[in-house]
């Protein structure tokens, strides 16, 4: 199946203030006027051009829906590694297999609230992977791509009516500090991963 397995209504990680696990909630459950803090991650495809990939959240989506974002966003399950998940998640949403998913900012973490009050309340550690062959989206998840040159995509971010996510131009300010070139851009310790990610490791 090219957009792999998915248990109808996932676990989600919540955590505690440290970043430890402190239980697990229904996905469908999670995210409301008062989102408890939990574990997610963020995924950034770029093709050997250096090119970033964009998405577009479908409609049918809780948070920001029909709204552009980073390549790939999901949750991980109790027990599930964080490269294990984000391989999942791009699988899943966009039909790809990645190899290497490798760790940039692992202790990323925001808060943002849409205007009908619904909020994104993550630990969110971001990774990269190589693109190794064409999206094929999964039209639950992702209505439309493009790909998008890193400097196009720093000048789109910082534009006053952005129509990017809030986390996206978030974590772009973060990984503009990396360096010029996605492709070459340092990895970090897994030692500095929230606690509950470490334990899935």
Same mark, same amino acid.
């Given at each position: 199946?090219?957009?792999?397995?998915?248990?109808?209504?996932?676990?989600?990680?919540?955590?505690? /203030? #440290? !970043?430890?696990?402190? !239980?697990?909630?229904?996905? #469908?459950? =999670? $995210?409301?006027?008062?989102?408890?803090?939990?574990?997610? @991650?963020?995924?950034?495809? =770029?093709?050997?051009?250096? *090119?970033?990939?964009?998405?577009?959240?479908? +409609?049918?989506?809780?948070?920001?829906?029909? =709204?552009?974002?980073?390549?790939?966003?999901?949750?991980?399950?109790? !027990? %599930? /590694?964080?490269?294990?998940?984000? &391989?999942?998640?791009?699988? $899943?949403?966009?039909?790809?297999? =990645? &190899? #290497?998913?490798?760790?940039?900012?692992?202790?990323? &973490?925001?808060?943002?609230?849409?205007?009908?009050?619904?909020?994104?309340? +993550?630990?969110?550690?971001?990774?990269?992977?190589?693109? %190794?062959?064409?999206?094929?989206?999964?039209?639950?998840?992702?209505?439309? @791509?493009?790909?998008?040159?890193? %400097?196009?995509?720093? *000048? &789109?971010?910082?534009?006053?009516?952005?129509?990017?996510?809030?986390?996206?131009?978030?974590?772009?300010?973060?990984?503009?500090?990396?360096?010029?070139?996605?492709?070459?851009?340092?990895?970090? #310790? @897994?030692?500095?991963?929230?606690?509950?990610?470490?334990? /899935?490791?």
């Amino acid at each position: 199946m090219p957009h792999g397995e998915r248990v109808l209504d996932d676990q989600v990680v919540l955590l505690d /203030a #440290s !970043g430890s696990a402190s !239980g697990t909630l229904a996905k #469908s459950a =999670v $995210h409301t006027t008062t989102t408890p803090l939990h574990l997610a @991650f963020s995924c950034y495809l =770029v093709d050997p051009d250096g *090119r970033v990939l964009l998405t577009c959240r479908a +409609e049918t989506k809780l948070t920001w829906p029909g =709204v552009w974002t980073n390549s790939c966003c999901g949750h991980p399950r109790p !027990g %599930e /590694a964080q490269r294990d998940a984000v &391989r999942r998640g791009v699988r $899943h949403e966009l039909g790809m297999t =990645v &190899r #290497s998913p490798e760790l940039l900012l692992p202790g990323y &973490r925001y808060i943002a609230r849409m205007a009908n009050g619904i909020v994104e309340n +993550e630990m969110c550690p971001v990774w990269r992977c190589v693109a %190794e062959e064409k999206p094929r989206p999964n039209p639950a998840e992702t209505s439309a @791509f493009v790909w998008v040159p890193w %400097e196009d995509l720093l *000048r &789109r971010a910082g534009q006053p009516d952005s129509d990017l996510s809030p986390w996206c131009r978030d974590q772009l300010r973060l990984l503009r500090d990396l360096g010029s070139d996605p492709l070459c851009w340092p990895t970090a #310790s @897994f030692e500095d991963l929230p606690p509950a990610a470490r334990a /899935a490791i």
